[in-house]
């Protein structure tokens, strides 16, 4: 059984850029759940994907946006990066329902120049 | 507004004691509580889970106790081990509202020998 993965694992990327973040479903799983965790903070939530469409978003501006692929696979997408987006960046899969056992994979860590 | 509230960046108990992490929270329509464990250059990872209907579960060595008058969860690890070193998430969800976890700051667990 495959875990959830992401890539990159580290990115550094400038002011006013665009940046695509990826991640892999656990095996069998169909929902996928974004994370941003700024330094010396919690994870907060962006967004959830459930069979290919956005269920349930948190408090972050429509320049973070996100796919999910038929194969349960994921992408965030940040426009016009700010210094404030520094952060790891975490996704989050799932069996629908079973939400509250998410398995993480290891994030990947963006610094905005 | 921090709705849930982990008051101590850190905290170091020694190999074999009890360890206890207190979380606070301010949403009263938080129903269901989870405990995450976080290593360096790992995703957080799943530890325990209550709903409001109970006010203690037990799994091992981890045992959550909730008291819903209190707005008030607490983590305990009998006995401490020194894998147990790590940072702990205490998180919060509205099952009924919504498929949001609101995540503390965390708590950096020190074990020592």
């Known amino acids: 059984e495959t875990g959830v993965t992401q890539s990159p694992t580290h990115l550094i990327k400038t002011r006013g850029q665009q940046v695509t973040l990826r991640c892999s479903s656990q095996?069998?799983?169909?929902?996928v759940s974004w994370y941003q965790q700024a330094l010396g903070q919690g994870p907060q939530f962006i967004f959830q994907?459930?069979?290919?469409?956005?269920?349930g978003r948190g408090n972050f501006p429509p320049r973070f946006s996100g796919l999910q692929f038929p194969n349960y696979s994921s992408e965030l997408n940040v426009n016009a990066l700010e210094l404030d987006d520094s952060a790891l960046y975490l996704c989050?899969?799932?069996?629908?329902?079973?939400?509250?056992?998410?398995?993480f994979g290891p994030g990947t860590r963006l610094t905005v120049t | 507004d921090q709705q849930v509230k982990q008051n101590s960046p850190s905290l170091s108990v020694q190999e074999g004691r009890i360890s206890i992490l207190n979380c606070d929270y301010t949403?009263?329509?938080?129903?269901?509580f989870l405990w995450y464990k976080k290593y360096p250059a790992e995703g957080p990872t799943f530890l325990i889970s209550?709903?409001?209907?109970?006010d203690k579960n037990e799994d091992g060595r981890f045992t959550v106790f909730l008291n819903k008058s209190a707005k008030h969860l607490s983590l305990h690890i009998v006995p401490s081990q020194p894998g147990d070193s790590a940072v702990y998430f205490c998180?919060?969800?509205?099952?009924?509202?919504?498929?949001?976890?609101?995540f503390g700051k965390g708590t950096r667990l020190h074990i020592l020998p």
């Open positions: 989050a899969s799932s069996l629908r329902g079973a939400l509250y056992e998410q398995y």
């Open positions: 095996s069998g799983h169909n929902t």
């Open positions: 994907y459930y069979r290919e469409e956005e269920n």
């Open positions: 949403n009263s329509m938080f129903d269901y």
């Open positions: 209550i709903s409001s209907i109970k």
């Open positions: 998180a919060a969800s509205a099952v009924n509202r919504d498929d949001k976890i609101i």
